[in-house]
């Protein structure tokens, strides 16, 4: 499997702040990453970094390119969605399509035409008339109709409701994704790419504090839901992270057999949700 | 090149005043003369350019109606220059401020080509629209005002020495044009530097891009004057037109008066038409070290823009 993405101690300051601090991490062909982290995490930064938009220390080749060296060849193969607030509100929809199929070798502007016929949006409509939620679906047509490796999305659907979300994850999944391309995103609504994501990366402080895949996930990690009687027993064992849930406690545990653990309560996997919860709180405790 | 010229209509959709205005302007002037042609005579007879335009002097028509488009063409130069101004400032400024920035970045088309296509806009694209618009109403206008005489539908815009006929002179309406094309051009070089530093302001520029474009410039004039007495800086800044004319076009004039009118009885349009004495010199305007040193700060200016929009991440 050829990597995608290859990132080692990547760091990058602002003024006092250090956005990016050490981190490293590989994205391998036709998976779907998420990136994950709180605001300020260094997210975002990573993503700039990965597409070129910014400097950063450290070693990071992407489809074996230099990112910032080779950023226009790069992006012949990559795609990007920050948020659907980035399309100009004074573009047609038309113009922008036309745009597209002349200025990007690897737009096919019948598969734009098809996708947008799917939809309400008026070919002759100005970005600025459209609604949020056609504004992604235009975008999504115009990065669909793109033949590329890697496409990477920063909060896709920020603003959009749960109908419009729901569109896109599925559009993503259907139209465009197959193994050969690779996918990696970030956002706050973690439940909702859960279902989609081959593999996370935990982002922490500019540190990469998990790197796992999905099914990594299930067997490395554990929950165990006790009742109070029990809380001593599996405390310890030694959990990454614990709290308290209507009267029961929610432990959480790296590397333990789930057999010794089931006397003790209800086992279970973790929601990305969780571990994410656990690690980063673990991490700053 | 067709991504180039493709980034060159994205600006022309994107500020739609740069075709408007020209075209807005032109249909002012063509009905405006429809309406008044028959009440206004247009009259050249103290024309000159310089200060030693003789009162009463007369001019030969085809020179008249050469003067006649240079002058309908100056409403259309300077739009175009304001326009330039604000796209230019603009231009850069504008996708920061929407975001829209990082969805051009999310294309594969390199931070130079954008930031020249912006300069080619500016600086090329909007005066040459100015003269092409200019020409096609001077063209419009002569033609129809030529065939509302023709048919008796009112009085042609006439020259008072001529006695009425109508003013349309091709050969004058072609050097007219040949003449302002040259002028265009000179002035697309000699005003490089300016375009150069306001598509920098407008590619570095957080907010307030006017008041980081002329505040700096103005404050560093006045302070020179306060402190030294002395201005150098407005002095070496300062592009004038007349400077640029003075360049592009031979001295064919008596004394120190750069371009004079002959005096005399009106010329019919029998004999040779000599049309204005602008003899254009592009070799004196590209000898010129002037000209040379504005470009060479132009092109800084610009590699300094494209460095700041490679930064540009919104």
């Known amino acids: 499997m050829s990597t995608v993405i290859n990132a080692q101690e990547l760091a990058k300051q602002y003024g006092p702040v250090r956005a990016l601090d050490g981190a490293s991490f590989k994205v391998d062909a036709g998976r779907i990453v998420g990136l994950i982290g709180r605001n300020g995490a260094g997210k975002t930064t990573a993503l700039k970094s990965i597409l070129g938009l910014t400097q950063c220390s450290g070693e990071l080749r992407v489809l074996d390119l230099d990112p910032r060296r080779q950023r226009d060849a790069l992006m012949q193969q990559v795609c990007f969605i920050a948020d659907t607030a980035v399309l100009p509100r004074w573009l047609r929809v038309d113009h922008a399509v036309e745009f597209m199929a002349t200025v990007h070798p690897r737009f096919k502007r019948k598969r734009a035409e098809e996708f947008l016929a799917r939809t309400t949006i008026r070919t002759t409509s100005r970005i600025g008339e459209l609604s949020k939620g056609m504004v992604t679906q235009l975008h999504l047509a115009l990065i669909l109709a793109i033949d590329a490796r890697l496409l990477v999305l920063d909060e896709p659907t920020l603003g959009l409701d749960l109908l419009y979300r729901r569109q896109f994850y599925d559009t993503l999944l259907n139209d465009y994704f197959d193994h050969d391309r690779t996918i990696l995103l970030t956002t706050h609504q973690v439940e909702e790419v859960e279902n989609l994501l081959t593999d996370v990366l935990f982002i922490d402080q500019g540190r990469i504090v998990l790197d796992s895949t999905i099914e990594d996930i299930a067997t490395r990690f554990v929950q165990l839901q006790v009742a109070p009687a029990q809380l001593a027993a599996a405390r310890a064992l030694g959990p990454m992270h614990e709290r308290e849930l209507m009267g029961r406690y929610v432990l959480l545990f790296e590397g333990h057999d789930r057999a010794a653990l089931e006397p003790l309560g209800a086992v279970g996997t973790p929601s990305v949700a969780d571990l994410f919860v656990a690690r980063v709180q673990g991490a700053a405790s | ?314």
């Open chain 2, 1 to 314: 090149m067709r991504a180039f010229t493709m980034l060159l209509r994205r600006e022309f959709w994107e500020h739609r005043m740069l075709w408007i205005t020209p075209a807005v302007i032109a249909a002012v002037i063509f009905l405006t003369m429809q309406i008044f042609s028959g009440y206004v005579h247009l009259g050249f007879g103290n024309v000159g350019f310089g200060d030693r335009a003789a009162p009463g002097a007369t001019v030969p028509h085809g020179a008249a109606y050469e003067l006649f488009v240079l002058a309908l063409a100056s409403p259309f130069y300077i739009a175009a220059s304001i326009l330039a101004v604000i796209y230019l400032l603009d231009c850069l400024y504008a996708e920061r401020r929407d975001r829209s920035v990082l969805f051009w970045k999310s294309l594969p088309i390199a931070d130079h080509t954008v930031v020249l296509s912006k300069l080619c806009t500016g600086l090329l694209l909007i005066p040459l629209s100015a003269w092409l618009a200019a020409g096609a109403t001077s063209l419009a206008l002569g033609l129809s005002l030529a065939l509302r005489h023709a048919l008796g539908f009112g009085a042609a815009a006439t020259l008072p020495q001529w006695g009425g006929p109508p003013i349309w002179h091709t050969l004058g309406w072609l050097q007219a044009l040949g003449s302002s094309l040259y002028i265009t051009l000179a002035a697309v070089l000699w005003y490089a530097p300016y375009a150069g530093y306001l598509l920098l302001i407008s590619a570095w520029a957080r907010r307030a891009v006017y008041a980081w474009a002329f505040l700096p410039p103005v404050l560093v004039t006045i302070l020179e004057r306060i402190l030294f007495h002395t201005a150098h800086f407005a002095h070496d800044t300062q592009r004038s037109f007349r400077e640029l004319m003075q360049l592009a076009f031979s001295h064919l004039g008596p004394s120190d008066t750069w371009l004079s009118l002959e005096s005399g009885p009106a010329s019919d349009t029998i004999g040779p038409y000599h049309g204005l004495p602008l003899q254009p010199d592009p070799g004196a305007l590209l000898a010129s070290p002037e000209l040379w040193t504005g470009l060479l700060g132009a092109a800084l200016c610009v590699w300094a823009a494209i460095a700041f929009r490679r930064r540009a991440d919104a």
